[in-house]
């Protein structure tokens, strides 16, 4: 799943996708962050910071050299993210990445499988947002 907020926080956009023929959760996160900088691409976005939570793609992100056996998908998340004028990359523990990783949970949960962007923040997390953009 991904959120796009503004500068002060508030939800524009956010999306959520199922990927198929997985091996790995390592594989999983990179081909969700490669996915996220195609979609603010094909939006036209810039200047966007991509946080992810996951340690093994920070990992992979600073040395893609040591992505033994994922090195393509690793380096085509960085192709896609480099693409957009002013992008940048930050890891952040995942409490951080709530409201992302409340979708993304939603997505495993509840077998949505297919793919979807929407305006605003989903429905079901109005007061959550809420709360972390005036925060």
């Given at each position: 799943a991904w959120v796009v907020r503004d500068a002060r926080g508030v939800v524009l956009l956010h999306s959520g996708r199922a990927f198929a023929n997985v091996s790995s959760l390592h594989q999983a996160n990179v081909m969700a962050l490669h996915w996220a900088a195609e979609s603010m691409s094909d939006l036209k976005l810039k200047k966007v910071v991509f946080e992810f939570s996951a340690l093994e793609v920070k990992k992979a992100m600073d040395h893609p050299l040591l992505c033994f056996g994922h090195f393509q998908s690793v380096s085509h998340a960085i192709s896609a993210i480099y693409s957009i004028r002013d992008a940048k990359n930050s890891y952040f523990t995942s409490s951080c990445n709530l409201i992302a990783n409340l979708i993304a949970v939603s997505v495993t949960r509840d077998q949505r499988y297919q793919s979807y962007v929407a305006r605003n923040g989903p429905a079901w997390l109005a007061t959550?947002?809420?709360?972390?953009?005036?925060?």
């Amino acid at each position: 799943a991904w959120v796009v907020r503004d500068a002060r926080g508030v939800v524009l956009l956010h999306s959520g996708r199922a990927f198929a023929n997985v091996s790995s959760l390592h594989q999983a996160n990179v081909m969700a962050l490669h996915w996220a900088a195609e979609s603010m691409s094909d939006l036209k976005l810039k200047k966007v910071v991509f946080e992810f939570s996951a340690l093994e793609v920070k990992k992979a992100m600073d040395h893609p050299l040591l992505c033994f056996g994922h090195f393509q998908s690793v380096s085509h998340a960085i192709s896609a993210i480099y693409s957009i004028r002013d992008a940048k990359n930050s890891y952040f523990t995942s409490s951080c990445n709530l409201i992302a990783n409340l979708i993304a949970v939603s997505v495993t949960r509840d077998q949505r499988y297919q793919s979807y962007v929407a305006r605003n923040g989903p429905a079901w997390l109005a007061t959550q947002i809420g709360q972390e953009a005036s925060a």
